[in-house]
């Protein structure tokens, strides 16, 4: 089977297209024949020297897939024939991932492809919309309600970003999308988003402690400067989903956000969320969370030969949106 495969050597990772054996796929019980996959920030950094994510090597990349099973044992969850998706654990980053014509992975892993969602629209989500979709249920459980105000989304033209200011906006939320990219602002506009701001402004004035209350949530996929902006801004009792570090691993914060205005950071992690609450969530993105206009959400469907280019793409920050990988099928 045709397959993209990264692995290390001396002071780079060398990635290409190879032809796998079956037997080379690694440890699972389900055969699945994978037809999208897509790109996420956390490829990039599975599959560059820098970046670190990847635990084995040769590594099949792409955390995230879906597909149709071509085997799996008596009495488990899922038969041949079942449409599924996977992504969490250690697939594209400890196990093969989806980056391949077939991927053999754990049953545990694996969720029923929910009703309504074909397998390109699943891999359109991915792991930068479920993730998404965690953020924004973990606002509204910490009491975030349509009309309470202005909702920060950060990093709002990459793949989380994008698909959060989506589903935020569909369930009637003012968000405001903070993008280092300008040119992007109509697209911001036509996902729902009522503002668009630049990035220094999502950063605010890192000399001050605290700034003026603003912020009535916000979903933060950037970390760093940025993170430490929001904290400063967020209203009294307010919070911020944290999912991510493409603006830098540090968080320069005082402790003032917290102890004068009872703010809350709170941190997403998609990658171990039990299956059992995966699958809720993926129903949920099947229905109230569905972004009203997926299609749009993609900027573009590659094939594996173009994934290389794209890796670099997403680590230079320029990938707008989602890209879903057509794998076979
Ligand atoms: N916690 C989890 O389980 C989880 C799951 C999925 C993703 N993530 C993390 O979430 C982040 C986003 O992932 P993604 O796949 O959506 O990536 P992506 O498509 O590349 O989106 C990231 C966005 O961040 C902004 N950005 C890039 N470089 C920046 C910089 N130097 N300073 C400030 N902003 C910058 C850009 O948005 P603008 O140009 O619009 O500003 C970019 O589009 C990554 O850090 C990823 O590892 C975490």
């Known amino acids: 089977m045709r397959a993209f495969v990264a692995e290390k050597g001396e002071s780079e990772v060398q ?35 820098k970046g670190g994510a990847a635990k084995i090597s040769p590594l099949v990349p792409g955390i995230d897939l879906a597909g149709t099973v071509e085997e799996a044992p008596e009495g488990a969850s899922v038969s041949p024939g079942d449409s599924v998706l996977a992504h969490g654990y250690d697939l594209g980053v400890a196990h093969h991932g989806g980056y391949a014509e077939s991927a053999r ?17 699943a891999m359109t989500i991915g792991t930068a919309g479920y993730t998404a979709a965690r953020s924004v249920i973990a606002l509204q459980n910490h009491g975030l ?9 950060t990093g709002a033209s990459g793949g989380l970003g994008s698909m959060a200011v989506a589903m935020l906006a569909a369930t009637g ?22 503002e668009v701001i630049g990035r220094e402004e999502a950063a605010g004035d890192s000399s001050r402690p605290l700034e003026s209350e603003r912020w009535a949530g916000a979903v933060d996929c950037v970390g760093g400067e940025t993170l430490a902006g929001v904290l400063r ?58 972004p009203p206009a997926l299609d749009d959400l993609v900027s573009r469907e590659i094939s594996l030969d173009e994934v290389d280019e794209a890796l670099e793409a997403i680590l230079a920050g320029k990938l707008r949106g989602r890209t879903v990988v057509r794998v076979s099928g």
């Not at 996420?40 to 560059?48: P, V």
């Not at 009309?147 to 920060?152: A, E, F, K, N, R």
């Not at 801004?233 to 307010?238: K, P």
Request: a negative charge; glycine letters at 12%.
């Open 173 to 194: 939320h003012h968000v405001v999308a903070s993008s280092g990219k300008e040119d992007e602002a109509g697209w911001l506009h036509a996902l729902g988003a009522a």
């Open 233 to 290: 801004a967020l209203r009294a009792g307010a919070a911020v989903a944290a999912s991510g570090n493409t603006g830098g691993m540090k968080v320069p914060t005082t402790v003032l956000p917290f102890i004068l205005r009872g703010v809350s950071l709170i941190g997403i992690d998609s990658v171990n969320t039990p299956i059992e609450e995966r699958t809720r969530t993926w129903q949920r993105l099947a229905t109230d969370l569905r």
């Open 145 to 153: 309600e349509a009309g309470d105000g202005p909702v920060l989304v």
């Open 105 to 121: 992975v754990p049953g545990e892993w694996i969720v029923a492809l929910p009703e309504g969602l074909s397998a390109r629209e």
């Open 15 to 49: 990635r290409g297209l190879r032809d796998l054996d079956a037997g080379e796929l690694g440890e699972g019980d389900v055969l699945v024949r994978v037809e999208y996959s897509s790109v996420n920030y956390k490829d990039a950094l599975a599959t560059s020297a």
